[in-house]
């Protein structure tokens, strides 16, 4: 994984995805989910190194989302900044999935709406908070510190295959959500059980 992309994001976080960036995270974290942050500059190609992309991807991941074994592995970085983090990662030309992170109530908002939106919805684990997963999409939403206070703040973490695929991908995008969250947490402490709590009723149909 490498350390380029997320230079934008508040000191702490920054802090924990480097160390983390030292090797593959564990599969799933304790009591701990986070977002990280986006910007809306230009696109940027990239690949990660040790078969990583998008810093959350694992070369397992890639592989059931292309269907087999990747030809040419490369990554897009979308956005990130303070607020926002987004990246893709391809086979060459073929989108695979886009992962991303948004700090904020705005994006929490928008994340249930593609709850709502999306077919096969069923809950997701605890450790991800209000979490959501589909065949395609993926959703986990926490409550980590607010940088400068004591109080907590929406992280929206979200991936979402790109690739036309009829496989259920659950899995690839669980593994994903999860090594996202346990970063965040290392860096700023996230309250999936609070944001559980906070979860406005909601029900999603498998």
């Known amino acids: 994984m490498r350390r380029r992309h997320l230079t934008r994001l508040a000191p702490l976080l920054l802090v924990a995805v480097l160390a983390a960036c030292t090797s593959?995270?564990?599969?799933?974290?304790?009591?701990?989910?986070?977002?990280?942050?986006?910007?809306?500059?230009?696109?940027?190609?990239?690949?990660?190194?040790?078969?990583?992309?998008?810093?959350?991807?694992?070369?397992?991941?890639?592989?059931?989302?292309?269907?087999?074994?990747?030809?040419?592995?490369?990554?897009?970085?979308?956005?990130?900044?303070?607020?926002?983090?987004v990246c893709e990662a391809y086979d060459g030309q073929t989108p695979l999935v886009r992962v991303s992170v948004v700090v904020g109530e705005e994006g929490r908002e928008t994340a249930r709406s593609l709850v709502e939106a999306t077919e096969g919805m069923a809950p997701g684990p605890e450790y991800l908070g209000e979490s959501y997963l589909s065949p395609t999409v993926g959703v986990g939403l926490t409550l980590c510190g607010a940088q400068g206070s004591g109080s907590r703040e929406p992280y929206s973490l979200t991936a979402e295959v790109l690739v036309d695929r009829e496989d259920d991908l659950r899995e690839p995008l669980r593994s994903t959500l999860t090594s996202i969250a346990q970063k965040l947490d290392q860096g700023v402490g996230c309250s999936p059980k609070q944001a559980r709590e906070e979860a406005p009723e909601q029900t999603v149909t498998p």
């Open 24 to 85: 593959e995270p564990t599969e799933e974290p304790g009591t701990e989910t986070s977002a990280p942050a986006e910007q809306d500059a230009a696109a940027t190609d990239g690949s990660g190194s040790n078969g990583w992309l998008c810093e959350d991807v694992s070369p397992q991941s890639l592989r059931a989302l292309a269907g087999g074994e990747l030809t040419e592995p490369r990554e897009v970085m979308v956005a990130d900044d303070e607020t926002r983090w």
